[in-house]
């Protein structure tokens, strides 16, 4: 069965630390893997996209690596900032962009 | 720039209602549609997704039936919503063919 698991359900950092936020699937084919915030009672917006081919990949202070081998992906966050709360959706897609699957999110809260 | 609207943005129906919600997208051509379901604690899933006018393909058996009357237009509606039809809907769009899936601002769905 196609799944995708994420942890911590949630996280309460303090301003300024780093962060890691765990993903670990089973969805074959894979196809690639995306990260997504989504602000509480908003649509999620894409932070990062990654194929089979690449490990790596930043978008400012987010930095996400995935192992294909082990099927885990993990979004770093630096410096966090008080806007960086919300949830963080980890998302895998198979058999083409039109079926995803989507992890339950871990919710982060950035305290001052 | 692409935009994407829906509406209304929340809703408070009884049951055995009816029920219509709207998605437009606006800057981009015969792009493919999707429309998400947000339970309280629960990762998206998809309902339904398009990719062209009168094309729809339903993922989930269930209570509610999609539209594409035009191009850039997505409806969801149901005949008779249910208390388990709660939850929050979200539409995105895609360009055919590429990986992103842009999503619209969601509406909140509570049946009572």
């Known amino acids: 069965k196609n799944q995708v698991e994420q942890s911590p359900q949630s996280l309460i950092i303090l301003e300024g630390k780093n962060c890691t936020l765990q993903?670990?699937?089973?969805?074959?084919?894979?196809?690639?893997l995306r990260w997504y915030k989504q602000d509480t009672g908003r649509g999620p917006v894409s932070l990062t996209i990654?194929?089979?081919?690449?490990n790596t990949k930043s978008n400012g202070r987010y930095t996400a690596t995935l192992d294909a081998d082990t099927k885990q992906s993990s979004l770093h966050i630096t410096a966090s900032q008080l806007s960086d709360s919300a949830s963080y959706i980890c998302v895998v897609s198979a058999e083409g962009f039109q079926k995803l699957v989507f992890g339950t999110g871990t919710r982060l809260l950035v305290s001052p | 720039s692409q935009t994407i609207h829906q509406w209304p943005a929340t809703l408070v129906q009884p049951v055995g209602s009816p029920l219509s919600l709207e998605c437009t997208v606006e800057g981009t051509s015969n792009p493919n549609l999707y429309w998400y379901r947000q339970a309280a604690g629960r990762g998206l899933q998809l309902l339904f997704y398009s990719v062209g006018i009168g094309q729809i393909s339903s993922e989930v058996p269930q209570n509610l039936s999609a539209s594409r009357p035009q191009d850039r237009q997505f409806i969801l509606s149901s005949k008779k919503l249910l208390l388990s039809d709660s939850g929050f809907y979200l539409c995105a769009w895609s360009v055919s063919g590429y990986y992103e899936q842009y999503f619209g601002p969601g509406t909140r769905l509570t049946v009572t």
């Open positions: 993903c670990n699937y089973t969805v074959s084919p894979f196809s690639n």
């Open positions: 990654m194929t089979f081919s690449e």
